[in-house]
């Protein structure tokens, strides 16, 4: 079992606070990924994010983890201004982007090692690769791992910073649908223990609702937060739930599409 | 019936080698040369290829590797055979450009000491300007794919400098360097450092950008993101680089030596054609064959051993 670190405990308050972003295109034309986006995100809230594809929801999560900069607007973590990526704010991508030339100890061990602090911390990577169910594979390499082995080794790379904020791009999206359920209660389970905010975007309707405490659900052109809804099934949720139908149609609604 | 044809192929090379032996020795020679090495060095061979062809009847491995080389062991065995008929017991060819492989062999035994003295001569040459090409490539082509403004001075250099067969400065070099041997370490490493600086930057230009960001998530510094996101991740293409070094140090190795340089493989080459004893140079041939040959599966067993990572991904 993971102790909850001091560090991580109830920080987190995400704050994106008139928020726009533009980029040129190939064509060289102006596109608004995102226009004027506001939202607020409590401390050590599970936030599942879904759209129709170019809603600028992947620009959403780049922003907040730094990687990106907004063209206006500021975003803020505990009161303190974004400006770059921080090693408190964990980030996967669909692909899990493992580096190739490390194992899994060390793909895990990334994060120490880059702070210079792996020396007094080795455990910790033992730790999380424990944590994600993969001690016996510690030594494997990436292209040795199948597609759900190596977003745990992705996501146990993020963790082992003790982000206040776990970012995921649409962290199961490559996975097949079983595999897909099973990493679901597993990112729950950690988010459970590690107690820290948690964004995430999905395409999945069915997976926003069991895991989110709120969707915010985006349109495109310009990209903005169309609706933000509140989940409100206790958990552990069960997926045939009449609520859960419930909370289906009113997504379903809000993305325009028509299931009478 | 199965049993037979394993049995032959074991033994198909020391049948070969029985009837070099008894050709070199019962047919006259038409051409001068010592035949008693050859002849020692013929017994040998069969001698060993008996035991190993006895031996492969106990031990499986051996067995595997001489049934799958023995056809080309044997075809071999007969060219030199042929080859040794139309010089030697024939005299088809015109000397001194073709010597027999009698000749050649009179030359490693005679002259072996001025030979190894030669290769050591090269391969000080080779391995000090290889491993500055190496050592300059490598960063260079590091700094010009990852800072945009450092290829604002290096893109130059790199673009026209570059393709310039170092061969092409020698006139230059040996002139401006105090010794032939400085000047030629130093266009070996040009040599060098051309393919490993383009190989290692466009490592690192296309590594994907992915790699860069999630590092930077993690807490990496520019430092890390280099020495440790970069090198590693262009390692592959680097690698490519560096055997394309190997080859074009090898050629400016020779070539830098039959020009100036007086010693070295390169050298004997040259001198062995100004005295018409070409059977010298063919053994001078053979042994730079070996060492590039060596030099080559040196660099493959380092590259295995650094990039063990790869292994069932990339082959070549």
């Known amino acids: ?260 | 019936m199965q049993t037979l044809k394993k049995q032959s192929a074991l033994w198909a090379p020391v049948v070969a080698l029985m009837i070099t032996l008894v050709i070199h020795i019962e047919m006259p020679n038409k051409q001068l040369a010592n035949s008693g090495y050859y002849t020692m060095l013929i017994s040998f061979l069969t001698f060993i290829f008996a035991v190993w062809a006895i031996s492969s009847n106990f031990k499986q491995k051996w067995c595997e590797k001489l049934s799958y080389y023995s056809l080309f062991i044997t075809v071999v065995i007969l060219l030199t055979l042929i080859y040794e008929i139309i010089t030697l017991k024939e005299g088809l060819l015109p000397l001194p450009f073709f010597p027999s492989p009698v000749k050649i062999l009179e030359a490693y035994v005679t002259d072996w000491a001025v030979l190894l003295k030669s290769v050591a001569y090269s391969m000080r040459l080779l391995i000090l300007g290889y491993i500055i090409g190496m050592m300059l490539g490598i960063p260079s082509g590091l700094m010009l794919g990852w800072y945009k403004k450092f290829g604002y001075w290096m893109n130059p250099i790199v673009r026209i400098i570059g393709p310039i067969p170092a061969t092409a400065w020698i006139p230059v070099i040996l002139v401006a360097f105090p010794t032939s041997f400085s000047g030629s370490v130093f266009l070996i490493a040009l040599s060098v450092w051309f393919p490993v600086t383009v190989m290692t930057c466009s490592g690192v230009c296309n590594l994907n950008k992915s790699y860069f960001e999630i590092a930077r998530t993690l807490g990496a510094d520019e430092r890390y993101q280099l020495l440790k996101i970069a090198l590693p991740g262009a390692a592959p293409t680097i690698f490519v680089g560096m055997f394309m070094g190997l080859g074009s140090a090898y050629a400016t190795l020779i070539a830098a030596e039959m020009l100036g340089v007086k010693a070295g493989l390169g050298w004997y080459i040259n001198w062995a054609q100004g005295w018409a004893e070409y059977y010298k140079l063919y053994a001078a041939l053979g042994i730079s064959a070996l060492m590039c040959s060596g030099c080559t599966s040196l660099l493959f067993k380092v590259r295995d051993r650094i990039l063990v990572w790869q292994k069932g991904t990339v082959k070549w």
Request: charge should be negative; include cysteine.
């Open chain 1, 1 to 260: 079992m993971v102790k909850v670190k001091q560090e991580s405990n109830l920080n987190g308050q995400i704050s994106i606070r008139n928020v726009s972003k533009k980029f040129m295109d190939a064509k060289n034309t102006e596109v608004k990924a995102l226009h004027n986006v506001n939202l607020e995100i409590k401390a050590g809230e599970l936030v599942a994010i879904i759209g129709p594809s170019g809603c600028g929801k992947s620009t959403f999560l780049r922003l907040i983890s730094g990687i990106d900069n907004p063209t206006a607007g500021e975003l803020y973590i505990d009161d303190e201004r974004i400006t770059g990526p921080h090693f408190t704010r964990g980030f996967a991508f669909q692909n899990p982007t493992l580096f190739p030339w490390k194992d899994v100890w060390h793909n895990v061990a990334t994060g120490l090692e880059a702070r210079g602090i792996l020396k007094d911390h080795s455990a910790d990577v033992d730790e999380y690769i424990e944590l994600v169910g993969l001690t016996q594979f510690k030594n494997a390499f990436p292209h040795q791992l199948s597609g759900g082995m190596a977003q745990r080794v992705a996501l146990a790379r993020a963790l082992v910073n003790h982000p206040k904020a776990l970012l995921l791009d649409e962290p199961l999206g490559a996975l097949d649908a079983l595999t897909r359920m099973s990493m679901q209660d597993e990112i729950l389970r950690i988010w459970n223990e590690q107690q820290m905010t948690l964004l995430f975007v999905t395409h999945d309707i069915d997976e926003a609702i069991y895991l989110g405490d709120r969707v915010v659900i985006m349109s495109a052109n310009p990209g903005q937060i169309q609706r933000v809804i509140d989940i409100d099934i206790p958990k552990p949720r069960r997926r045939n739930d009449d609520i859960f139908f419930h909370y289906k149609k009113i997504m379903l609604d809000a993305l325009g599409v028509n299931i009478d």
